[in-house]
């Protein structure tokens, strides 16, 4: 994804694992490519919350 560091609390992690672990490649990478220009975790939440399943 070109991220080699990702600010979380510890007990975040497992969950992101396992939610990442759900998704293709391709598909990580279309979502990485939509959320990278993306500037607060707002515009994230918006952008997820009106995604297609």
Same mark, same amino acid.
């Given at each position: 994804?070109? $991220?080699?560091?990702?600010?979380?609390?510890?007990?975040?992690?497992?969950?992101?694992?396992?939610?990442?672990s759900? $998704?293709?490649? &391709? &598909?990580?990478?279309?979502?990485?490519?939509?959320?990278?220009?993306?500037?607060?975790?707002? &515009?994230?939440v918006?952008?997820?919350?009106?995604?297609p399943?």
């Amino acid at each position: 994804m070109g $991220f080699d560091q990702l600010s979380m609390n510890a007990g975040s992690l497992s969950v992101i694992k396992r939610v990442l672990s759900g $998704f293709s490649r &391709e &598909e990580l990478q279309t979502l990485m490519a939509m959320l990278k220009p993306m500037t607060s975790a707002q &515009e994230v939440v918006a952008a997820l919350d009106h995604a297609p399943d």
